[in-house]
């Protein structure tokens, strides 16, 4: 977990990291998260007079308007917790909290690829492929505050490839990190397959996404073949939410990303063939200029959203 | 075409119908439409100053801010043509103008199946298929004024069914009425395809929805699986809206609802289905209201929505 003092100009002042606890309850890691906190405020002695309050990013399901954690899958015991809440009582600071999507597209939109557009859609191609709208200037959430979950939008109801939600063919299945093992072992299958890496003797959490990208920069035939498949998808996918959204620029983000120039053009390439003469403005695909801090500038910056 | 006097409660007050006349050039259609408006008035003894304004819901792409049609597939010579310009000219009174499902789902919203909910989708299923939404009180367009254009996502890249557009196996393609024959002819081709009615020697203008339906009605094993497969594919599109947008309530409307509870049933089945637990507050699927009058008064609607 990361935890910082950013200015309101989206410059980290301070931060510190720290280890994820999984084992702890809700109310156990909201305490730790509020003890880094007031370290920071006395390391760096800014007064709590000039903090605007906290913004909490996390994956999962969250309800913006109260502060409520649904359900997130990397911490089992936040379900229908009240987040915003808790930590407010220990900090006594108000407290804003979103999903990780949500936050980052609100990031780039305040400071950095989306800066000067008014209607931007961020997408995050990571372990999971999530998406976060700003239209006019603020966040769209939707009323159970899920809109923007592209990932689980079907793109080939024909797929073999499963998701973690249960059905085959989303988005996520096919332009994410979390199935590339089972993509890899399908493709093994197939007649023809050809690489020069060891998979077979590999368990799943070895194939990620940092070494299908290594063998892609290499020029492994399997490798490039499931780069250039999950570019495709990509396209497609950017292509249905200009369809649906039609924002003015279009920001990716997450690890993905790290693939490269070869695999970013692919995507363009694959969306402005689809998308063709029904384009009626010029629509940029960007890559998210804030990197690995993207995620904690986007927590903080959901201050800034006007209410 | 049809030109209505629509009262602020969305009644018709008075109508006129007349036969589109695809030869004129625009602004003969327009003059055209000007006397039918005026004769409305002259018919009713309204006065032009208890108008709020003229509503003009059509086809094809609209930019909504300034009423300029960009492209209209039925009428070629409306391309960048400032209809709400020159028809306001003609008129002395206020023009709005959108494409007509955002104009349905306005209508819906206020005077129809979607009343009571700020958050609302409508997607119509015709010779095309389209979307309209209603987020915050408020039709959502987008930037190129073109969002809600679902009918053109994709649903199926390796499909053998081609759109109008150009692409394989968008919505459209699968769930519209427009591409009937093109199924039922690759159908035929395939063995084993059951069916007692002579497609062979019909042209493509006679397959249509209402020959589909009363077939599917009947029993015929070729319409019903035609009937069942764009209700699965639409309840799919559905579902993708909802993780898009996560609307309150989603209202189909359109001539292809017609083919009944059957039809109706399976889009809703697929729908629920594929959602499964990710959906996290009760989403209706509704039909639409207001039947063969949903365009004329969704025009109508358009002014009194809150600029």
Chains 1, 2 share one sequence.
């Not at 399997?222 to 498949?229: A, K």
């Amino acid at each position: 977990m990361v935890c910082a003092l950013v200015s309101s100009d989206g410059k980290i002042i301070a931060r510190n990291v720290f280890r994820d606890h999984r084992d702890l309850s809700a109310d156990e890691i909201i305490a730790e998260v509020a003890r880094h906190v007031n370290s920071l405020i006395l390391e760096t002695g800014v007064s709590t007079q000039d903090i605007l309050g906290i913004g909490v990013g996390t994956c999962g399901h969250v309800h913006h308007a109260d502060g409520m954690v649904i359900t997130n899958s990397q911490f089992s015991d936040f379900r229908n917790y009240p987040l915003a809440e808790k930590l407010g009582e220990l900090l006594k600071l108000p407290v804003v909290v979103d999903n990780d999507a949500n936050a980052q597209a609100y990031a780039e939109y305040k400071f950095g690829s989306a800066q000067g557009f008014r209607n931007a859609s961020f997408v995050t191609v990571s372990t999971g492929v999530g998406a976060g709208f700003v239209i006019d200037g603020k966040l769209f959430r939707g009323i159970g505050g899920t809109a923007g979950e592209i990932g689980h939008t079907i793109i080939n109801p024909f797929s073999t490839v499963r998701c973690g939600c249960g059905n085959y063919g989303c988005l996520m299945a096919h332009t994410s990190g979390q199935t590339l093992p089972q993509i890899v072992r399908q493709k093994l299958l197939q007649p023809g397959t050809d690489t020069t890496i060891d998979f077979k003797n590999m368990e799943d959490y070895e194939i990620n996404g940092e070494l299908i990208g290594k063998g892609f920069e290499e020029g492994d035939p399997l490798c490039t073949e499931i780069v250039m498949e999950n570019a495709d998808y990509l396209g497609l996918g950017l292509y249905n939410l200009f369809q649906v959204i039609d924002p003015e620029v279009i920001v990716i983000g997450g690890g993905l990303t790290n693939w490269g120039d070869r695999y970013l053009d692919r995507i363009r390439k694959t969306f402005y063939r689809t998308a063709g003469r029904m384009l009626s403005h010029p629509l940029e695909i960007r890559v998210a200029a804030l990197k690995e801090n993207a995620a904690v500038i986007g927590a903080a910056a959901l201050l800034l959203e006007p209410r």
